[in-house]
């Protein structure tokens, strides 16, 4: 399967896990890519968590990846220790939950200080958390606007970088985000 959206998702995931050294842990934030075939893409120099709230989903990728390590769960209430990931790999995850403050405090507690997150999300300048029907119910996705949730992510992130999507745009569009995790001095 190739889709130059999906290449660029996983062209950015690369450039952010070639800055994290070997051995570090690297949390996913679904499963999807592993249960549709696409297979793992992440380094096997890393220690890499997978979260997938879909219970279907997390068994497909365990079936079809057996040594994965991936952990049921919901990106609004990760089930991990604070400061357990060096980097963080959401690639269009959040923009499943209608909210996206509670995601974004998840990932700055369980990220240590300093380390990288890359987010895809869809966006827009003129609504919040407008749905967009794809299929079943539970597989709605939202858009966020955009300034408010650049604010958010700067309550505890660096954002290094802005990634376009040109190829999305219009009254909503596609933007990756590359970021770094406030270091907190106590």
């Not at 190739?2 to 800055?19: G, M, N, W």
């Not at 249960?35 to 096997?44: L, V, Y």
């Not at 220690?47 to 994965?68: Q, S």
């Not at 300093?114 to 895809?120: A, E, N």
């Amino acid at each position: 399967m190739s889709d130059p959206t999906h290449d660029k998702y996983i062209a950015l995931a690369r450039q952010l896990i070639a800055t994290i050294p070997p051995g570090r842990r690297i949390l996913k934030t679904d499963c999807w890519n592993e249960a549709e075939g696409f297979g793992e893409f992440i380094s096997p120099e890393h220690w890499v968590t997978y979260c997938e709230i879909d219970i279907p989903r997390v068994e497909k990728a365990r079936l079809l990846h057996p040594t994965l390590d991936i952990v049921q769960g919901d990106i609004r209430n990760l089930p991990f220790d604070d400061a357990t990931f060096s980097a963080i790999i959401d690639l269009s995850t959040i923009d499943h939950m209608q909210d996206f403050r509670p995601a974004i405090a998840q990932y700055a507690r369980v990220l240590v200080p300093g380390g990288r997150m890359l987010i895809v999300s869809w966006f827009t300048v003129i609504a919040d958390h407008e749905p967009e029907e794809r299929g079943i119910i539970s597989d709605r996705q939202y858009w966020f606007n955009f300034y408010s949730f650049t604010s958010c992510l700067r309550e505890s992130f660096n954002i290094e970088e802005i990634v376009y999507f040109p190829e999305h745009s219009g009254v909503r569009w596609l933007m990756g985000f590359i970021c770094k995790k406030v270091q907190t001095t106590s």
